[in-house]
T-cell receptor, first 115, second 111 residues
C-alpha cells in the first residue's frame, strides 16, 4: 500500500510570493492534517480536513489555507510568504478523524525555503 | 496555555543502555498521549501511545510510563540500539481533538 505522498519535496520561494503544496493520503484514508515543523519548535498543527470539510484549525494567520478534494487529496496554500514561513510542511492522513484513533501517517514533507 | 514540555532536547546513550525521555503537560483535559519517532528525511511515525486510565504500556523494548497526578509521562527505550537513533516527539490530545506536540528529543545511540 502506498504511503502518504507530498509534492514538491523541496522548493525555494521569495518573500511575497505564494506557494501551493500537495498531499495524496493513503488510499482509503479520509482525513488529512497539515503540520509545520521547524527546528526546536516541534510540530505545529495547521488544519485538518475530513470529507472535504475543515474540521479543526490551528493558530496560524489567514495566509495559510487549505482544501480537500473529493478523492481525499489535499492542498495547502501560503500567500504573501515571509522569511519565517521557511519550514518542513508535513501532511498526515488517517482512516477516520485523527481524534478517533490518534494515529497519523505522515508523508516525508515539503521543505520550503523563503529567501 | 496548552503546552507539552519535552526534555531533554538531545540525548546520547551507549548501545545497550536505557534511553529516557520525559514530557510534562498542564492541561488535565488531555486524554491521549502518543510518542512518534522521526528519522532524518522522513515524516514522524507512531511508536507507542497511552491513555490516562493506565500507568504503563509496554511494546517490545519501548515503554510509556504515565503519572496522572504529576501530569508527566515518559518514554523508556530498553537495550537501546544504534537503529533507535532518531528524533522522538511526545504529544497530547486536547479536548478539541488536536494533538499538542513536544519540541522533540534527538537521540543518538553510540555503538
Amino acid at each position: 500500500k502506498a504511503g502518504v505522498t507530498q509534492t514538491p519535496r523541496y522548493l525555494i520561494k521569495t518573500r511575497g510570493q505564494q506557494v501551493t503544496l500537495s498531499c495524496s493520503p493513503i488510499s482509503g484514508h479520509r482525513s488529512v492534517s497539515w503540520y509545520q515543523q521547524t527546528p526546536g519548535q516541534g510540530l505545529q498543527f495547521l488544519f485538518e480536513y475530513f470529507s472535504e470539510t475543515q474540521r479543526n484549525k490551528g493558530n496560524f494567520p489567514g495566509r495559510f489555507s487549505g482544501r480537500q478534494f473529493s478523492n481525499s487529496r489535499s492542498e495547502m496554500n501560503v500567500s504573501t510568504l515571509e522569511l519565517g514561513d521557511s519550514a518542513l510542511y508535513l501532511c498526515a492522513s488517517s482512516l477516520v478523524l485523527a481524534s478517533d484513533t490518534g494515529e497519523l501517517f505522515f508523508g516525508e514533507g515539503s521543505r520550503l525555503t523563503v529567501l | 496555555q496548552q503546552q507539552v514540555k519535552q526534555s531533554p532536547q538531545s540525548l546520547i546513550v551507549q548501545k545497550g543502555g536505557i534511553s529516557i525521555i520525559n514530557c510534562a503537560y498542564e492541561n488535565t483535559a488531555f486524554d491521549y498521549f502518543p510518542w512518534y519517532q522521526q528519522f532524518p528525511g522522513k515524516g514522524p511515525a507512531l511508536l507507542i501511545a497511552i491513555r490516562p486510565d493506565v500507568s504503563e504500556k509496554k511494546e517490545g523494548r519501548f515503554t510509556i510510563s504515565f503519572n496522572k497526578s504529576a501530569k508527566q509521562f515518559s518514554l523508556h527505550i530498553m537495550d537501546s540500539q544504534p537503529g533507535d537513533s532518531a528524533t522522538y516527539f511526545c504529544a497530547a490530545m486536547d479536548s478539541n481533538y488536536q494533538l499538542i506536540w513536544g519540541a522533540g528529543t534527538k537521540l543518538i545511540i553510540k555503538p
